[in-house]
């Protein structure tokens, strides 16, 4: 059971290239998040699916689109990726999405924009 | 989405109990409270959670008073594994909101 996978787990883009981070869960979840970290901080919601066909903003969009493909897939876009991107960004998942969903996380993708 | 407040860090040595205090100052009456834990270069991982008095599982115990404006993290007898950076979260439609964590460093 692979529960969260995200792809590529490490990225290096120049300023001004585009990229989309891949996230897959085999969980069955009906709602799906990505969260970016930076250096000894906490995560910050980026964007989040609470179901298929659905998708909102998080604390911190600005610069990211989102698109949930299927209920499996939810993929993060970076059109023209900035230094200020560079960050590790993880996507989750929720059975339920209700206030008691328990968070599974994937293991992360290191992107760094030069 | 409210953030929590909680120790930026703690030292413990192995086989302490360890409490870690959290700030819910604008938790919402729908809001659970969620702690999560993170090693390096992993993804957070859901430890415990609850709504209001104490909850106990495996791996710690969770203590919420009645008005729900704190919750403290209990762990018993540390060992050096529990290393890590402890999250505290209102949560709310799995909307969570982390803020800084507090690093628990246990010691031999």
């Known amino acids: 059971n692979a529960g969260v996978t995200q792809t590529p787990k490490f990225q290096v883009l120049k300023t001004g290239q585009s990229m989309t981070l891949q996230c897959a869960q085999d969980m069955n979840h009906n709602s799906m998040y990505w969260y970016r970290q930076d250096p000894g901080m906490g995560l910050r919601l980026i964007y989040y699916?609470?179901?298929?066909?659905?998708?909102d903003k998080g604390e911190v969009p600005n610069g990211y689109n989102v698109s949930r493909l299927n209920k499996r897939e939810f993929s993060l876009r970076l059109e023209s990726a900035a230094p200020s991107q560079t960050s590790v960004y993880f996507c989750a998942s929720s059975a339920t999405g209700t206030s008691t969903g328990e968070l599974f996380f994937g293991e992360g993708s290191r992107l760094t924009v030069l | 989405l409210a953030k929590t407040t909680q120790p930026i860090s703690m030292d413990s040595y192995e086989g302490q109990e360890v409490n870690i205090t959290c700030s819910h100052n604008?938790?919402?009456?729908?809001?659970?409270i969620t702690w999560y834990q993170q090693f390096p270069s992993q993804g957070p991982r859901f430890i415990i959670q609850g709504y209001k008095t104490k909850v106990t599982n495996e791996v710690a115990s969770l203590f919420i008073p009645a008005d729900r404006k704190s919750s403290t993290l209990s762990l018993p007898r540390v060992s050096l594994s529990d290393t890590a950076v402890y999250y505290c979260?209102?949560?709310?439609?799995?909307?969570?909101?982390f803020g800084d964590g507090t690093t628990l460093t246990v010691k031999p």
């Open positions: 604008n938790i919402a009456t729908n809001d659970y």
């Open positions: 979260l209102d949560t709310n439609a799995g909307k969570s909101t």
């Open positions: 699916s609470a179901s298929e066909g659905t998708t």
